[in-house]
């Protein structure tokens, strides 16, 4: 695999392997593209908080409550899913890797714990996996450009495609 540079993410995106909507061109980086916060945020439901979780019992979608809201806090230590405003769709032969952003790293954010790829043949928007490990609350806004995207070719493309294959895809 070889990471791609902004030329080569231009000429992919004008030949349709890397479809990015919305985008403006000052999102696009050297290496990378910058994702925005969407409004839609996942929080644990209050009945988790302090308790014991069988993670063979209960997903994340049963343990989250989702809330529409422009700005959110985060607490110290606290834990919340973000959804990107931006779609992204790739080839078979394309794959992405969802990396933090450093001004907000150097004040104790976390934008992608952990599941950081952007399987082959995605057709979503991305979830990110924000916590906040600095020791004061934060404000999150919709429109932040707290992620980026980098992009690898891979050797062949891949016989599944996360569009048609992933168990999550459909709904991102």
Known sequence: MTALSD????????????????????????????????????????????TLVDLKKVDFKKAHRM????????APGEICLGKTIEK?????????????RSRYARMG???HITSSIVQPGSDN????EIVNLAPF???LHSGMRV??????????????????????????
């Open 7 to 50: 030329v080569d993410i231009k000429r992919l995106m004008r030949s349709g392997k890397i479809r990015i909507k919305p985008l403006k061109e000052e999102q696009i980086g050297s290496a990378s593209i910058d994702l925005t916060l969407g409004n839609e945020w996942y929080f644990f439901k209050d009945e988790y908080r302090g």
């Open 137 to 139: 609350s934060v404000a």
């Open 109 to 111: 954010l976390s934008i």
């Open 147 to 172: 992620s980026q995207v980098v992009f690898e070719e891979l050797k062949t493309p891949t016989s599944r495609p996360y569009s048609k294959y992933g168990k999550i895809a459909k709904v991102q």
């Open 67 to 74: 809330i529409k809201a422009k700005t959110v806090i985060l």
């Open 125 to 128: 928007h991305q979830v990110l």
């Open 88 to 100: 992204i769709t790739l080839a078979p032969d394309i794959m992405g890797k969802l990396e933090g």
